[in-house]
Each structure stands twice: as structure tokens, then as C-alpha cells.
Antibody, heavy 122, light 107 residues
Framework: EVQLVESGGGLVEPGGSLRLSCTVS????????MNWVRQAPGKGLEWVSY????????YYADSVKGRFTISRDNANNSLFLQMDSLRVDDTAVYYC???????????????WGQGVLVSVSP | DIQMTQSPSSLSASVGDRVTITCRAS??????INWYQQRPGKPPKLLIY???TLQSRAPSRFRGSGSGTDFTFTITNLQPEDFATYYC?????????FGQGTKVEIK
């Protein structure tokens, strides 16, 4: 059974840092691209970041570029999101999601974690 | 960046109804569009990928169509468990933008 479990959320002051983790099981982690998606309270979904299976290529939303860093540890089936210089508008539930699809696409997020809440407040 | 304009933002329907949601991309995305269902307090669930392919665990009353810039998501014979929020998402390139969402409510 495929499972994705996020951890590391919590309450932090503006300007602070947090590191989210996503531990996966039930599939060959290194074969899959992974993503982070967030959802502010009462709002829609916002794609945050992407990383290839090898970790060699990473992309970010403009809203987090330069502040967030995505990484992975394939030996330990873990995905990470290092969040620095946090702002009040980063408050959201953060989901990790597995990306699937053939090499040329289309691509889709077929498995999601339950999400972890990050609250940024003075 | 590609923008996804989803409509309507909400709708009211009854059990057994047919419901249609549309999504327009700001530029051509071939069939690189996915549709997700999200119930309150839960993560999104993939229903349709590649514009029209039904995810293996999704019921057949969910259907997607379209290519290029205009796409349609349809639920036929609406069931009580279908009252939720639905999102389109393109996967043509990053950023993988989502539509604003459509909340399907009970009439």
C-alpha cells in the first residue's frame, strides 16, 4: 500500500524556519518525481515545488523561490521542504504528492499525504 | 506562467443531477490537465488525468474531455458522496497551476 506521511509542521514566528518531512512507503521512491502543494485556510490549492527522482532538478513557485528548498533522501524514502524566512502568508496545510505519468506526459499527482499545518504568526 | 480559469466557483445540485465544470487554460496545454476532488479536511483525490482518463479507483460517473485550452469535467447521476470541491490542474510545465476550485453543494 502506498503511503505518504508528512511531519514537521507547527507554529513559527515571521522570519523563522521550519523543515517539513514526507516519509513514503509502498513504492520505489527513487523512481518518482515528487511535489509539495499547499492550501491556505479556506483557500484553493497552490503548487509549491517539484523534484526529480534523482534530486538533480528542482522547480519552485515564484512565491517561495529563494526561501524554500526541496530535497530528498532516496536511501531513507524521504522528501523534505526547508522553509526559511517564513511569512504570515505561508500559513497553510502542506501536502506532499507523488507525480506519475509516462516520460513525455501527461503528469498527475496520484498519491497525496494527509497534510501538515504550518502556522506563521507573531 | 499558464493560468487556469475554472467555473463556476460554486453550484447547487440534487442527487441524480448531471453537473458540468469547465476549465480554460491561458495557452494551449494539449491534454495535460487533471481533475481532483477534495472533501473537507482531506487531501485531494485524483479522478481524471490526461484530460479524459479515469483514475483506476474512480467511479465511472466522472468524465473529462477537451484539449488545447478548453476542458470540461462532468459528473453524471450525482451521488451524496460527490458533494465536495473540485479542482483542475495543468501539468504542461511548472508551475503546475490549479484552478480556483468549484464547490458542489446540495440543493
Amino acid at each position: 500500500e502506498v503511503q505518504l506521511v508528512e511531519s514537521g509542521g507547527g507554529l513559527v514566528e515571521p522570519g523563522g524556519s521550519l523543515r517539513l518531512s514526507c516519509t513514503v512507503s509502498g513504492f520505489a521512491f527513487s523512481n518518482y518525481e515528487m511535489n509539495w502543494v499547499r492550501q491556505a485556510p479556506g483557500k484553493g490549492l497552490e503548487w509549491v515545488s517539484y523534484i526529480t527522482g534523482s534530486g538533480g532538478t528542482r522547480y519552485y513557485a515564484d512565491s517561495v523561490k529563494g526561501r524554500f528548498t526541496i530535497s530528498r533522501d532516496n536511501a531513507n524514502n524521504s522528501l523534505f521542504l526547508q522553509m526559511d524566512s517564513l511569512r504570515v502568508d505561508d500559513t497553510a496545510v502542506y501536502y506532499c504528492a507523488r507525480e506519475s505519468g509516462p516520460p513525455s506526459g501527461p503528469f498527475y499527482f496520484d498519491y497525496w499525504g494527509q497534510g501538515v499545518l504550518v502556522s506563521v504568526s507573531p | 506562467d499558464i493560468q487556469m480559469t475554472q467555473s463556476p466557483s460554486s453550484l447547487s445540485a440534487s442527487v441524480g443531477d448531471r453537473v458540468t465544470i469547465t476549465c480554460r487554460a491561458s495557452q494551449g496545454i494539449s491534454t495535460y490537465i487533471n481533475w481532483y476532488q477534495q472533501r473537507p479536511g482531506k487531501p485531494p483525490k485524483l479522478l481524471i488525468y490526461g484530460a479524459s482518463t479515469l483514475q483506476s479507483r474512480a467511479p465511472s460517473r466522472f468524465r473529462g474531455s477537451g484539449s488545447g485550452t478548453d476542458f470540461t469535467f462532468t459528473i453524471t447521476n450525482l451521488q451524496p458522496e460527490d458533494f465536495a470541491t473540485y479542482y483542475c490542474q495543468h501539468s504542461f510545465n511548472t508551475p503546475y497551476t490549479f484552478g480556483q476550485g468549484t464547490k458542489v453543494e446540495i440543493k
